[in-house]
C-alpha cells in the first residue's frame, strides 16, 4: 500500500509547483505570449524525430546490437509516451525493460539502459561545467560555476569507482558500468552521441527563446539546458512537470528573461512534447490493437 502512495505524492508535487509559478507570475500574460509563435517552431518539432533516432542508436550500442533498429525505435518512442506519467524524464526506461526482459533478460536490458541513461548524464555534466566558465563570465553567479563543476567531480569519482570496484556480490555486480577494455570505447561512443543529442535540445530551447524576441548566446543556453535537465531527473515529480518549468523561469531570470516569458517558453515546449510522445502512445495502442 505504501507504494501506491507515491504516484500520488509526485502528482502533488507537480500540481504545487506549478501552482506556485502561477500564483507568482501572471499566468494570463504568459498565455498571451503564445501569439509570438511562428514557423521557427517546426525546428523543435522536426528535431524530436532525429534525437530520437540517436537514442535508439544509443541504447542498440548499449544491447551490442542485439536487436532491431526499427523495434527498438517503437519501443523508445513509446517509453518517452509513458514518461508522461511516471516519475521523472526517465520514468519510461522502465517500459523498455518490461518490454524486452523476456527476451534478452531483465539483468541484460536494465544495464543497457542504465549505460545509456549513465553516458546521457554524464554528457550534461560534461558540458554544464565546460560551459559554467563562461556563464560564470556572464552572470558573476558563483553558484553556476562551483555546482557544475562539483558535479563533475563526482562523476569522475563515481566513473572511477565503477571501473575499479570489486563487489562482494554477484547481484552487485550486474549494476557494475565496466569501463575496460572494448567498454571503454562503447561508452566513449555513447557519451558522443549523447553529446549530439544534448546539442539537438539546446538548440530547440534556443529557438523557443529567439521565437519570442531574445538572441541568447547558445553557450548560456547549452549550459542552463543541461542544468534543467539534470534536475529534471530528480524523480520528486510525474515526468518532471512543474520541476522543469521552475527550473527554466529560475536559471533565465540570471540573464535578465522576464518570468513570463520563461514560463510561456516552458509551456509551450511542454504541449509540443506531448503530442510528439502522443505519437507513441497511438504506436502502443497499434501494437495491442
Given amino acids: 500500500m505504501k507504494g501506491n502512495y507515491k504516484p500520488i505524492l509526485k502528482l502533488v508535487v507537480s500540481v504545487t509547483l506549478l501552482g506556485f509559478l502561477f500564483y507568482k507570475i ?7 505570449l ?18 530520437l533516432l540517436i537514442s535508439t542508436v544509443k541504447w542498440r550500442i548499449a544491447l551490442k546490437n542485439e536487436e532491431k533498429f526499427s ?11 509513458f514518461s508522461n506519467f511516471l516519475p521523472s524524464t526517465i520514468g519510461g526506461d522502465s517500459y523498455k525493460v518490461i518490454k524486452l526482459r523476456k527476451k534478452f533478460g531483465t539483468q541484460k536490458v536494465l544495464n543497457s539502459v542504465i549505460l545509456d541513461r549513465a553516458s ?7 558540458l554544464s561545467s565546460i560551459c559554467s566558465f563562461f556563464v560564470y563570465n556572464i552572470t558573476s553567479n558563483i553558484y553556476l560555476l562551483v555546482i557544475p563543476n562539483l558535479l563533475l567531480l563526482f562523476a569522475i ?6 571501473k ?9 555486480e ?17 557519451l558522443f552521441l549523447s553529446l549530439i543529442f544534448i546539442s539537438f535540445g539546446a538548440i530547440s530551447l534556443w529557438t523557443y527563446f529567439f521565437m519570442f524576441g531574445y538572441s541568447i548566446n547558445f553557450l548560456i543556453i547549452l549550459s542552463f539546458y543541461c542544468i534543467i535537465q539534470i534536475v529534471s531527473m530528480i524523480p520528486i515529480s510525474l515526468n518532471s512537470i512543474g520541476l522543469t518549468e521552475v527550473s527554466i523561469v529560475y536559471f533565465f531570470t540570471f540573464i535578465g528573461v522576464p518570468a513570463e516569458v520563461s514560463l510561456s517558453i516552458a509551456l509551450l515546449s511542454r504541449l509540443i ?15 495491442k490493437g
Fill in 26 to 32: 501572471d499566468f494570463f500574460e504568459a498565455l498571451k
Fill in 34 to 51: 503564445i501569439n509570438k509563435v511562428n514557423y521557427l517552431i517546426l525546428i523543435p518539432i522536426l528535431l524530436y524525430i532525429p534525437a
Fill in 71 to 81: 523495434s527498438l525505435f517503437k519501443t523508445y518512442w513509446i517509453s518517452n509516451f
Fill in 120 to 126: 546521457g548524464l554524464l554528457g550534461l555534466i560534461l
Fill in 157 to 162: 569519482i563515481g566513473l572511477f569507482i565503477a
Fill in 164 to 172: 575499479s570496484i570489486n563487489f562482494k556480490y554477484e547481484k552487485l
Fill in 174 to 190: 550486474a549494476y557494475r558500468i565496466n569501463l575496460i577494455t572494448n567498454s571503454n570505447r562503447i561508452f566513449l561512443k555513447l
Fill in 273 to 287: 512534447m506531448l503530442i510528439q510522445t502522443s505519437i507513441g502512445g497511438a504506436i502502443y495502442l497499434t501494437e
